[in-house]
């Protein structure tokens, strides 16, 4: 039986990581961190009680920011396989703590490299590592692909680079089989509530049950390459299946822009909206509402404005990438759309908020999260 350590199993890659190696036979270890409230709700469904004999999941606790820790659970598991998809992977919040970020993404990622050379399992431990299409930042080329070069906007992506060059760099120099995916974003109803697209579906679903009254957004303007997170770990999975180790974009080839999926998710509740304005004025007005999935909303209704607290210092307008080598060296092609995920994840974040509105008329007290 195959063994993988996945750090950043908590995260959204991470959980379906877990479960597409689980089904392929694999023993799965991650790794977690401590919090004071259970952050494992993602992989709660495929927990596994380590008191039952032959348990092929297991958590361990740890964090990027301790080598001892991360060489400790690297001897004990003696891993076939290692993703390392463990990071502060919000480009906004890096810029607020990019010391941090720079620790755990960059440096968090040597520690891995060098813990498994210093173990001895450089010829026995693959390794993939997390690479981003915020590496072209300010981008040089349209669509992005492996020869494309880097142009980082962001601490994250900035550690997100180095951690890129050491992988290779390892690879190079002690032969390890090591991997980098430049992976563009990639989303799915498990999408953390601060990032774009999840902000959006789960704003417009709470607010289409009266549970919110307007959704605050930053550049309505920026273009993304927007896959599905379960098409994406796949080929996490694929690049290290092969004789030798490569990196590769991993894309859909196709972009639009975040007024586009604020259209698209209001639509698919049910809600019509026309965009009015420019720059920070811009708002959404609402032209029509189906009374069954959003009977909190009437014509009319503005329902999305701009904050200029959510712009970056430094922006990454567009990003398409051209996944053809990983179609052609590895036959991997997305085989979800961008309509059909934000159809899932709207669907699932209105299930939620039914509910929310539900116990909220019945007098319970419902807490709405907010960044
Ligand atoms: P998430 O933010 O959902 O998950 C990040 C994971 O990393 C969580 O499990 C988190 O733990 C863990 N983590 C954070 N800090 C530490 C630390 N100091 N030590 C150990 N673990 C830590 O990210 P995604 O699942 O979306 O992304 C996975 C990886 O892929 C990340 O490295 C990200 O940068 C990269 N990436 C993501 C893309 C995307 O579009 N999703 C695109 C390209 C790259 P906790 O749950 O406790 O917070
Ligand atoms: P990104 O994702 O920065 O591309 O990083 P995010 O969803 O945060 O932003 C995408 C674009 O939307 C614009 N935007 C907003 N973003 C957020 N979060 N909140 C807002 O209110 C808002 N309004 C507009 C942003 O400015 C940006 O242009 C993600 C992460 O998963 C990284 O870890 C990963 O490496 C890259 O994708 C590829």
Not at 183 to 210: C, D, M, W, Y
Not at 213 to 226: E, I, S, T
Request: charged content about 25%; hydrophobic content about 40%.
């Amino acid at each position: 039986m195959k063994k993988a350590l996945i750090t950043g199993i908590t995260g959204q890659d991470g959980s379906y990581l877990a479960e597409f190696l689980l089904e392929k036979g694999y023993e799965v270890h991650g790794i977690k961190r401590r919090a004071s409230l259970f952050n494992t709700q993602r992989v709660d469904h495929i927990y596994e009680d380590p008191h039952v004999e032959h348990a092929r999941f297991r958590l361990h606790y740890g964090d990027l920011t301790d080598t001892s820790n991360l060489t400790r659970i690297l001897s004990e598991v003696q891993p076939d396989e290692v993703y390392n998809l463990g990071a502060q992977s919000h480009v906004a919040v890096s810029f607020e703590a990019p010391e941090y970020t720079a620790d755990v993404d960059a440096i968090g990622t040597l520690r891995l490299l060098e813990a498994i050379r210093f173990l001895g399992l450089e010829k026995k431990t693959r390794f993939y590592q997390a690479s981003t299409s915020e590496l072209y930042g300010l981008v040089q080329e349209i669509p992005q692909k492996e020869t494309t070069p880097f142009y980082p906007r962001s601490p994250y992506a900035v550690a997100k680079m180095y951690a890129y060059w050491i992988t290779v760099n390892y690879r190079e120099s002690y032969g390890m089989y090591a991997c980098n995916g430049i992976l563009f974003n990639h989303e799915s109803p498990r999408r953390g509530e601060t990032f774009v697209t999840r902000k959006i579906t789960r704003g417009l679903a709470n607010i289409a049950q009266g549970l919110e009254k307007c959704l605050y957004l930053g550049n309505m303007d920026a273009l993304r390459d927007w896959g599905h997170a379960k098409d994406y770990v796949r080929m996490q999975w694929m690049m290290l299946q092969q004789d030798e180790a490569d990196d590769f974009v991993i894309a859909t080839g196709k972009q639009i822009s975040v007024r586009e999926f604020v259209r698209m998710s209001a639509r698919e509740a049910g809600i019509e909206v026309e965009f009015t304005g420019s720059g920070l004025d811009e708002v959404a007005t609402v032209v029509s509402a189906n009374a069954e999935t959003a009977p909190a909303v009437r014509v009319g209704d503005v329902i999305v404005k701009i904050d200029p607290r959510y712009f970056r210092p430094a922006e990454v307008e567009t990003l398409l990438g051209d996944p053809t080598k990983a179609k052609e060296k590895l036959g991997w092609v997305p085989e979800i759309t961008v309509e059909e995920m934000c159809a899932e994840m709207v669907a699932s974040d209105l299930d939620t908020a039914k509910r929310h509105a539900l116990l909220k008329a019945h007098g319970h007290h419902v807490s709405v999260s907010k960044e």
